[in-house]
């Protein structure tokens, strides 16, 4: 699981690295876990539960419109716990597309947290 984390580390970065301007992208550590942060946004980090081996996954601020957000968006393409998280099984395939725009959605939430849907439109009308 340790090279499923470190390759969604990579994706956050890099998707904080393409934002402009947002000021970098903060790494430290929260509850343990790496967590990520910007001046625009809310905090992302990155987890893997002992009680839940095969699962790994994104945690988002529970207060945040952010999974809700995700969920209408993406339904079919990504697996949600509550109002926190992201979830992926160990051997499942990571939707790189709809992913970043979950993680650019995040870096810059304070930004369009008033916006409807955060700014994006439903896939499916797409």
Not at 38 to 61: C, D, E, Q, V
Not at 85 to 98: G, N, S, T, Y
Request: net charge positive; aromatic share 10%; with cysteine.
């Amino acid at each position: 699981m340790r090279g499923k984390v470190l390759e969604l580390r990579e994706l956050v970065l890099e998707v904080g690295r393409r934002i402009e301007p947002i000021g970098g992208v903060e790494e430290s550590l929260k509850w343990g876990e790496p967590s990520y942060c910007t001046i625009a946004g809310s905090p992302i980090r990155l987890g893997w539960k002992a009680k839940r081996p095969n699962r790994y996954g994104l945690y988002f601020h529970c207060q945040t419109k952010l999974v809700e957000t995700f969920r209408e968006l993406f339904p079919h393409r990504l697996s949600f716990e509550g109002k926190r998280a992201i979830l992926f099984e160990k051997d499942a395939i990571v939707p790189d597309k709809e992913l970043r725009q979950c993680i650019e959605m995040a870096f810059t939430y304070h930004r369009i947290k008033k916006l409807p849907l955060l700014g994006r439109q439903v896939a499916s009308l797409r």
